[in-house]
């Protein structure tokens, strides 16, 4: 009996690879979403630090002079801080899209399985036709030679 060939393989495993790139590019997104995350997590951390600390340190007394740095300094955090916010949001806004492609992508190589698995079951349907053919063509010759013989 011959092998079976589904000949959608070849469509399949581009689908399957498509399918696996596009899983890898929404590990991507949700670790640069993570990422994100951490760093504007850490930047809080940073600007509130400043803050305490330049609240101490006024209490103690600033210079003028002083005191302009440090309202830089916390500036520049404040700014870090709005710039790791807006990554964090455009790092969130591709998930939903990455795992749309994906879902997607995996109903594309799912109908190809499905198709595959008919086509398999048939083409095993057809086989044992076949053989089941080719048994009652011999049961059918084995009858006629005892009715023939003495």
Not at 18 to 47: D, K, M, T, Y
Not at 70 to 84: H, K, M, P
Not at 102 to 130: D, I, K, P
Not at 138 to 143: D, I, L, P, Y
Request: aromatic share 2%.
């Amino acid at each position: 009996m011959n092998r079976f060939q589904f000949r959608l393989d070849p469509v399949l495993r581009v689908r399957g690879h498509e399918l696996e790139r596009l899983r890898a590019a929404l590990q991507a997104a949700e670790a640069r979403v993570r990422q994100a995350a951490e760093e504007l997590r850490a930047g809080r951390a940073r600007a509130e630090q400043n803050a305490h600390e330049l609240g101490a340190r006024s209490r103690t007394g600033l210079r003028a002079g002083e005191l302009e740095v440090a309202q830089r300094g916390a500036r520049r955090l404040y700014e870090q801080v709005r710039a790791s916010e807006r990554a964090l949001a455009a790092a969130e806004a591709r998930v939903p899209r990455a795992r749309a492609l994906v879902r997607e992508a995996h109903g594309r190589v799912r109908a190809l399985e499905l198709l595959r698995e008919r086509a398999l079951a048939a083409w095993q349907r057809e086989g044992q036709r076949r053989e089941q053919a080719e048994l009652d063509e011999v049961a059918g010759r084995m009858g006629r030679a005892l009715e023939a013989s003495p």
